[in-house]
Each structure stands twice: as structure tokens, then as C-alpha cells.
């Protein structure tokens, strides 16, 4: 087996092999935690391997069982699955360590320690998958390992929220199989590059747009786009700050991820209705989620609110199409991951130190914690694009693209949309920070050394996180540079077909 295959391999492998090795130490949550953390990052190591394999071959491919090109099970990484990889990877050792000691009970933690890898998995398996059904396949492992996160604590209001995001992706992967049924009617193969070629021979495109339409309301409603993301806000604002932190800056980045590997590869939006319909949808997706977000009193459903409308800009670089356009959607995941992240990282411990994420029982968090204020500041600027943090440089590639293919509509739109979103962060600012702590409320906390102290690995998870943005704020070329290959090899789609049927 070659170099690259044992790192493909292992970015697959070594989640599995955590999530059963944890389950062996079950009832041991000290030596859960070492092997987590040391898997984690094993696992970051292995996905930096794999990101320096595509800057130097450009594209990597692993036939499982040795399977003939466009057969069996193949696993396909190129520039944008592999960042995806590396990103996913980042932020859960992140999360790994902002979350794996906050537990009510131990049982919890327990099982916590064992469903991460197995959601890691997941996500890996999806973002590597170059066949609709393994596609399907990775997704459900997801769905299961997601729920389980969901609901850990057993609380009333988890499992209400639980049960809504379990009934719609039961419902998007009902969907998602009659689509995939359907391609393999069509064209005899479940094999996406394959497919697309044999789509693109049919004349009759009335059956093609069909099932295309069944894919764009299935990963909808994973990317939690309009009108098909109620159960983001309605779900994950309810778990642990930590799950709830590694479930949002992920699972709807898979849904955008496979939104724009479909449209792609396997039927390109070029002519199409469903262009239009795309550039809509990202348009109502912007503006429903800020609203949204403007709307609400408490610190983590103002964030989840806002991940709707972070998820049309991202859209909107898919309906645009031009390699400007995509690059820009991709850097704004970038973007989105890291500082949606941090914000809910940081509202995570500001419930710990005040007691609660209401606005109307929080305030005085400047006067006590000023370093907490500042780092919310840097995240909060960056969400709304203020320059030169990342937020800007994502806006900018897609408002450059949108006004030069001529979409100057949906470009108003998003700077309006920026300017909603500034106002929700400001609320969050003067409500959380700046006021004065309400009477008859005390904080748990009264002192930055005692909330550091308490809650140390928080602390430097946040920093941590906060010098990321920093860097991909002053220093973007290297990123920009790297989406804009990615979005090369995604709208020049020829070539990836190439390699994958190995013509």
C-alpha cells in the first residue's frame, strides 16, 4: 500500500478505532479522555499529511478492496475535501478539549467519549466519498451519531428539540435515496462521476432535473437553507455548549460541501432552472436567518439563527458558478467554521461564569471580564465582515464575483444582510457586556483569575481559536490561494471525472 493510501486510510481509521478502543474503557473516563485527546490529535497530524499529499499530487484516490475506476467503493480527495478534512479535524481537537470534562453526570461523558469519533467518522467519510450511496451511507452515520449528541443530559428540551431534527433528516435521506434510486435508473451507476457523464448524453432533461431537485432539497435541508432549516435553531442551542459547538460548525459545512460537489460534478447548474431558484433560495436563507437572529433574547439562539444566514452566502457562490464565486464560498466556510465556533465557545463560557445565556439576566461581563470582551469583539467583527478580519475577505471575493457575472441583486443583498448582522452583534454587546449586571443577579464568577481557574481549558481553547482568525485575517493569501485551486478543480469538472474513471 502506498504512502498516500495509509494516510487516506488512516484519516477513516483512527476515529474508529478511538471510538471502539473508548468503548472498551467505558467507566473510565480519565483514560477516555488521554486516548481522545491523543487521538484527536494523531488525527489532525494525519489530515496535515493528507493536505501536503494533494498540494503536491493534486488529487488522491483509494479503490477499496481493488476495484477497477468507477467500481466498488473509491474514496477521492482533492483540494476541497482535503481542506475540509484538515478544517473538521482542526476544530475537533478544539472541541475535544472545550468539552470532554463538562458533564452532569459521568454516564454521560462516558458515551460522549465514544459518539465524537463516531461522528468524526461521519463527516470524514463524507467529505471523501465519491459515489452517491457511500455518500448516503456516511450520512447516516452522522444522522445516528448527531442524535445521540443531541441528546446527552436526557434533558426535556433536548428531546424535543431532537426529535424535530431527527423527523426532518429522516425526511432528507428518504429523499436523498429516491434521488439516488432515480440517477441509478438513469444512468446505471451510483458513481457521481460517472453519473454526470451519463446525465449530461441524455436529451430528455425532464427525469435529470427531477432528481436533481430531489438532491437540492435533501442536502437543503442538511445545510439548513430556506425554508427547510427550522430544526437548527429549534435544536441546537439544546445540548452541551461544547457538542452543540461541534455540531454547528460542521454538520450544515457537510450539507454546503456535498450541495457543491453535486451541482458540480454531477449535474452542473449552467442553464438550468435551478439556477435561479438557488440564487433565491441563498437570498431568503441570508435574510429569514438574520432577522432570525435579531429577533431573539438568549446569547445561543441569536448564534444558531445566524448560521442560517451565514449559510446563504455560502449558497450564493454556488448559484453564482464562477470559479471567483466558489472560491469565495469556500474561503467563507473557512471563515464561518472558525468564527461561529469561537462565538459559541465564547457564549458557552459566559454561561458558566454568569449562570445563564439570557440577554435580560446577563450584563457587567466587560467590567469583570474584559479579555472575554475583547475576543467576543474580534469574533463578532470578523462574523460581520468588518476589514480586514475573515469575515471581509470572504465577502469581498463573493461581492467581486457577484458584480462581475452581472448578479449585482443578490450582492445588495448580502451587504444589507451584513449590516442586519452587525446590529445583532451590537445587541449581544450592549446586553451581555456593556450594561450593567442586572439587580438580584450575581455571577458565579466575581474574578477573571477564579473563571480562569475554573474553566482553564475554555480559556485557551477560545485563544487559541482567536489567533486563528487573527492569521487568516492578516495573512489570507495563502488560504485564498488554496480555495481558489479547489475551485478550480470543482468547476472544471472534466478533470476530476478524468481521474476518477481513470480515462
Do not use: C
Not at 449528541?149 to 436523498?176: D, H, P
Not at 487573527?470 to 481521474?499: C, G, Q
Amino acid at each position: 500500500m502506498g504512502n498516500y493510501q495509509f494516510i487516506i486510510s488512516s484519516v477513516l481509521l483512527l476515529p474508529l478505532l478511538a471510538a471502539i478502543i473508548n468503548l472498551f474503557f467505558w467507566g473510565k473516563p480519565n483514560v477516555q479522555r488521554v486516548f481522545g485527546g491523543f487521538s484527536v490529535l494523531a488525527h489532525l497530524s494525519m489530515s496535515a499529511l493528507l493536505l501536503h499529499s494533494i498540494s503536491s499530487n493534486g488529487f488522491l484516490i483509494l479503490n477499496v478492496g481493488g476495484w477497477l475506476h468507477g467500481y466498488g467503493i473509491m474514496l477521492a480527495v482533492d483540494y476541497l475535501s482535503a481542506g475540509m478534512i484538515a478544517l473538521t479535524s482542526f476544530v475537533s481537537v478544539l472541541s475535544w478539549f472545550y468539552s470532554s470534562r463538562w458533564f452532569k453526570t459521568k454516564k454521560v461523558g462516558y458515551l460522549f467519549n465514544v459518539v465524537f469519533f463516531t461522528l468524526q467518522l461521519g463527516i470524514n467519510g463524507a467529505f471523501m466519498a465519491a459515489d452517491l450511496f457511500n455518500l448516503y451511507v456516511w450520512f447516516e452515520v452522522m444522522l445516528v451519531s448527531s442524535f445521540v449528541l443531541l441528546t446527552l443530559g436526557g434533558e426535556r428540551f433536548q428531546l424535543e428539540g431532537s426529535m424535530k431534527y431527527v423527523a426532518i433528516n429522516v425526511f432528507s435521506s428518504t429523499i436523498f435515496l429516491a434521488g439516488i434510486g432515480m440517477v441509478y435508473g438513469l444512468t446505471g451507476t451510483v458513481n457521481m462521476a460517472a453519473a454526470g457523464l451519463a446525465l449530461d448524453a441524455i436529451s430528455n432533461q425532464t427525469l435529470p432535473m427531477i432528481a436533481a431537485a430531489f438532491f437540492l432539497v435533501s442536502f437543503g435541508i442538511k445545510a439548513a437553507i430556506f425554508p427547510l432549516f427550522f430544526w437548527l435553531p429549534a435544536s441546537y442551542h439544546t445540548p452541551p455548549i461544547g457538542i452543540s459547538s461541534f455540531l454547528i460548525a460542521l454538520m450544515t459545512k457537510v450539507g454546503v460541501y456535498t450541495l457543491i460537489r453535486f451541482f458540480t460534478v454531477v449535474f452542473p447548474l449552467d442553464g438550468t432552472i435551478l439556477k435561479p431558484v438557488i440564487m433565491i433560495l441563498s437570498g431568503l436563507t441570508m435574510v429569514v436567518g438574520v432577522f432570525g437572529a435579531a429577533a431573539q433574547n438568549d446569547f445561543r439562539k441569536i448564534l444558531s439563527f445566524h448560521i442560517v444566514s451565514q449559510i446563504g452566502y455560502m449558497l450564493m457562490g454556488l448559484a453564482i458558478g464562477t470559479p471567483l464565486a466558489i472560491a469565495g464560498a469556500l474561503f467563507f466556510i473557512l471563515h464561518n467554521v472558525l468564527v461561529k465556533t469561537n462565538l459559541f465557545f465564547i457564549s458557552g463560557l459566559v454561561g458558566r461564569v454568569a449562570g445563564t445565556n439570557s440577554l435580560k439576566k446577563l450584563g457587567g461581563i466587560f467590567a469583570q471580564f474584559p479579555l472575554i470582551a475583547l475576543v467576543f469583539a474580534i469574533s463578532a467583527f470578523s462574523l460581520t465582515g468588518v476589514p480586514p478580519l475573515t469575515g471581509f475577505w470572504g465577502k469581498y471575493m463573493l461581492a467581486k464575483a457577484g458584480l462581475v457575472s452581472g448578479d449585482w441583486v443578490i450582492v445588495v443583498i448580502s451587504l444589507i444582510v451584513s449590516l442586519i448582522t452587525l446590529f445583532s452583534m451590537t445587541k449581544i454587546w450592549n446586553q451581555v457586556f456593556w450594561k450593567p449586571l442586572p439587580e438580584g443577579v450575581v455571577l458565579q464568577q466575581t474574578s477573571i483569575k477564579a473563571a480562569y481557574t475554573a474553566y482553564k481549558s475554555m480559556f485557551w481553547v477560545i485563544g487559541v481559536l482567536t489567533i486563528a482568525i487573527l492569521v487568516v485575517s492578516f495573512l489570507p493569501n495563502n488560504f485564498i490561494e488554496f480555495t481558489e485551486k479547489a475551485a478550480n478543480v470543482v468547476v472544471e469538472r472534466n478533470e476530476y471525472i478524468n481521474l476518477i474513471l481513470n480515462r
